[in-house]
């Protein structure tokens, strides 16, 4: 394969700007390119390759319904952001690339040839569609023509010219780009269903995720929380996200400052935060199908007394509804009123028993809140 031009790459290398790398699919010759010159180690901070379905999910923290697609490509790139901010030894301009592809292999594959490359800086996402025309190039050809577009795309993320892509007759590349806060100012504005959050700021729009979910106000987020994540994702071997509503059916909707200040917490770094304005369990079923939601003792005795919905109907009619969605809670005991108590202790209607799953005082126990957390402070 012929190697582009040293100049270009060290031309990255001198720009400043530091990035971390994700491709599946193809783009892998792109990471050969790059640390074939000399001087890397200044530029590239982490470069990862999760090729199987599996790999990818636990990169992202979800399962992209379609894998090769802007939202799929952004959202590594939103998580590639993330780590390169993390790894950094000294702060610099990040960007997190996230390339997804389809091409030629050993056999005819049936769909299209393509590739979706997205850039996350801290002021801009830019996505890159590319459609490849099938049998022109061969494998080997697709490979270089995807790799010199990611770096291309590092280019113009660094503010450095590109290089250039031979692309034959029928080829496309739409490129777009939009603020890096746009999915925030979405759903802010209630045009967006839900973002998924790599803490502190980067965000991808409409995720359709499914796994374990800890709902809360996290202010603060601390030990307890996290220890119950771990303990959840344990027993459900699932994937895990806390969810923040900006809604609440008892307090003020949260505006948009005090929303960024709690994704900035510490202990979020490295976590994936589900943001909607579903305030209640109902909503979020329809937000996250098939997902387990995990709470307090004190929120399950909430969601199973009448007062708070209404009455028994109102209330049974929502179980029946968070049933069909496949979802269920996952219940962990809680130190209320100076008495620990489980679910064991709660007045479970028989007819929605199995939609609860109980953690035992020897699986979790901590004595901890928020409110406490707070009161403390004052």
């Given at each position: 394969?012929?190697?582009?031009?040293?100049?270009?790459?060290?031309?990255?290398?001198?720009?400043?700007?530091?990035?971390?790398?994700?491709?599946?699919?193809?783009?892998?010759?792109?990471?050969?390119?790059?640390?074939?010159?000399?001087?890397?180690?200044?530029?590239?901070?982490?470069?990862?390759?999760?090729?199987?379905?599996?790999?990818?999910?636990?990169?992202?923290?979800?399962?992209?319904?379609?894998?090769?697609?802007?939202?799929?490509?952004?959202?590594?790139?939103?998580?590639?952001?993330?780590?390169?901010?993390?790894?950094?030894?000294?702060?610099?301009?990040?960007?997190?690339?996230?390339?997804?592809?389809?091409?030629?292999?050993?056999?005819?594959?049936?769909?299209e040839h393509s590739a979706v490359v997205a850039t996350h800086t801290a002021r801009q996402v830019r996505t890159y569609q590319l459609s490849i025309q099938?049998g022109l190039r061969g494998r080997e050809g697709e490979e270089q023509l995807v790799s010199t577009l990611i770096l291309n795309a590092l280019l113009d993320?660094?503010?450095?010219?590109?290089?250039?892509?031979?692309?034959?007759?029928?080829?496309?590349?739409?490129?777009?780009?939009?603020?890096?806060?746009?999915?925030?100012?979405?759903?802010?504005?209630?045009?967006?269903?839900?973002?998924?959050?790599?803490?502190?700021?980067?965000?991808?729009?409409?995720?359709?995720?499914?796994?374990?979910?800890?709902?809360?106000?996290?202010?603060?987020?601390?030990?307890?929380?996290?220890?119950?994540?771990?303990?959840?994702?344990?027993?459900l071997s699932r994937q895990f996200a806390f969810e923040l509503s900006l809604d609440n059916v008892e307090k003020p909707s949260l505006g948009r400052e005090?929303?960024?200040?709690?994704?900035?917490?510490?202990?979020?770094?490295?976590?994936?935060?589900?943001?909607?304005?579903?305030?209640?369990?109902?909503?979020?079923?329809?937000?996250?199908?098939?997902?387990?939601?995990?709470?307090?003792?004190?929120?399950?005795?909430?969601?199973?007394?009448?007062?708070?919905?209404?009455?028994?109907?109102?209330?049974?009619?929502?179980?029946?509804?968070?049933?069909?969605?496949?979802?269920?809670?996952?219940?962990?005991?809680?130190?209320?009123?100076?008495?620990?108590?489980?679910?064991?202790?709660?007045?479970?209607?028989?007819?929605?028993?199995?939609?609860?799953?109980?953690?035992?005082?020897?699986?979790?126990?901590?004595?901890?809140?928020?409110?406490?957390?707070?009161?403390?402070?004052?």
């Open positions: 394969m012929t190697s582009p031009s040293e100049k270009a790459i060290e031309s990255l290398f001198a720009s400043g700007t530091q990035a971390a790398l994700a491709a599946t699919g193809a783009g892998s010759l792109a990471v050969q390119w790059l640390l074939g010159v000399g001087g890397a180690s200044k530029y590239v901070l982490e470069a990862v390759v999760p090729y199987a379905s599996k790999a990818l999910q636990d990169y992202l923290g979800f399962w992209p319904q379609k894998f090769v697609s802007p939202n799929a490509a952004q959202a590594m790139a939103a998580a590639a952001y993330t780590r390169a901010l993390a790894a950094q030894p000294q702060p610099a301009p990040a960007v997190g690339l996230g390339c997804t592809a389809s091409i030629a292999t050993n056999y005819a594959k049936r769909g099938k993320a660094a503010g450095q010219p590109r290089l250039p892509l031979a692309l034959a007759e029928g080829e496309d590349l739409h490129e777009e780009q939009q603020p890096a806060s746009q999915a925030l100012d979405a759903l802010m504005a209630g045009t967006a269903g839900n973002i998924l959050v790599y803490p502190p700021a980067a965000y991808v729009q409409d995720v359709v995720f499914s796994g374990a979910i800890l709902s809360g106000s996290f202010n603060p987020i601390h030990e307890g929380h996290l220890l119950l994540a771990q303990t959840a994702q344990r027993k005090v929303v960024q200040a709690r994704l900035e917490q510490p202990r979020l770094l490295g976590q994936r935060v589900l943001l909607s304005r579903a305030p209640l369990f109902r909503d979020k079923a329809a937000l996250y199908p098939n997902s387990v939601f995990v709470v307090g003792y004190d929120t399950a005795r909430r969601l199973i007394d009448p007062k708070y919905t209404n009455g028994e109907a109102a209330m049974l009619e929502a179980f029946d509804f968070i049933r069909a969605q496949g979802c269920s809670f996952l219940v962990a005991g809680r130190k209320v009123d100076g008495r620990y108590s489980t679910m064991a202790d709660l007045p479970m209607p028989a007819s929605i028993q199995d939609l609860f799953i109980a953690l035992s005082e020897d699986e979790f126990r901590l004595d901890l809140s928020s409110t406490e957390i707070r009161n403390q402070k004052k």
